[in-house]
């Protein structure tokens, strides 16, 4: 059917389908990335430059260092034996993430959040005849509907003690969390003036928003993330030309029994960055 308006194609090119696993996961398309063309979707990319992923947000994430550190000493703990590299990613990526985003890192029931994480995941590329065939959606031979209620209701007790614990928290948090929280609708959280303050007036946030960009975020830095270094790890064990530069580049850069810094990091070979050819695509487990 061809576009009557200009505000029509507009809608149409800028939109991004959804499956109906991630419209129910992300409460109805209320996060940033699968949200629909409309103020919220215009006005959201500004609250993440200002507020969210700005330059002095990152520059106060004092935690990755130390759980980098904490990383490597697992790694030379196990030094002669095999270990999981999936399950060390996943948790150094999770303790990054939650520090930067959510104040602190939880150690509170892991493997389960964990293993809920990495099952939703699977749901995101998952095939439903719902999705191509909508008068079909009722048909749900997999079992996935009932499994995507009981794992996003871990999640919102999860997200919601999140929220609630810097709602009671009368001290502005200078985190994700706490800067979402003073757009919150009908919030008495204001952090006073500061850069973004323009955007109180025109951009509120409901509470499914603000779990709807934690969900992002608890996907987008988590399990991506940890995939990637998995990829990485696991092509270099398999070419061992490629693994013999990179230590060589290490001792000559770095140094031996020294630490990386972000100084170093410009020295640094860039093959991983090309990151595995599917989002869906993972190595076999290292």
């Not at 009932?146 to 209701?153: D, F, I, P, Q, S």
């Not at 998995?230 to 290490?250: F, I, N, Y």
Request: aromatic letters at 8%; proline letters at 4%; a negative charge.
């Amino acid at each position: 059917m061809p576009a009557s308006s200009t505000f029509a194609l507009a809608f149409v090119f800028s939109d991004r389908p959804a499956t109906a696993a991630i419209v129910y996961l992300i409460y109805n398309r209320s996060d940033l990335a699968f949200a629909q063309c409309g103020p919220y979707w215009r006005q959201m990319p500004k609250l993440c430059v200002m507020k969210l992923f700005s330059r002095k947000h990152a520059e106060s994430c004092l935690s990755i260092p130390e759980e980098v550190d904490e990383a490597v000493c697992t790694v030379a703990k196990h030094a002669g034996s095999a270990f999981n590299v999936r399950d060390l990613a996943f948790t150094l990526t999770k303790n990054i993430v939650f520090r930067a985003a959510f104040g602190k890192r939880s150690d509170e029931n892991q493997e389960e959040y964990i293993a809920v994480v990495q099952e939703i995941s699977t749901f995101l590329g998952v095939f439903s005849v719902g999705d191509f065939i909508p008068w079909l959606s009722w048909m749900d031979p997999q079992g996935i509907n009932k499994r995507l209620r009981v794992a996003r209701a871990t999640l919102d007790l999860f997200i919601d003690r999140i929220i609630d614990e810097h709602m009671a928290t009368d001290a502005a948090n200078a985190d994700m969390v706490g800067d979402m929280l003073a757009f919150l609708e009908e919030s008495s959280h204001h952090h006073g003036q500061g850069e973004g303050d323009d955007l109180k007036g025109t951009l509120r946030l409901s509470r499914a928003n603000i779990r709807a960009v934690m969900m992002d975020v608890m996907f987008g830095g988590t399990e991506t993330v940890a995939i990637a270094i998995e990829w990485a790890l696991a092509d270099l064990l398999t070419s061992p030309h490629d693994l013999k530069r990179v230590q060589e580049e290490l001792a000559m850069v770095v140094g031996l029994r020294r630490k990386v810094h972000e100084s170093h990091l410009h020295h640094a070979l860039t093959d991983s960055a090309q990151g595995p050819p599917s989002s869906h695509t993972e190595p076999e487990p290292v």
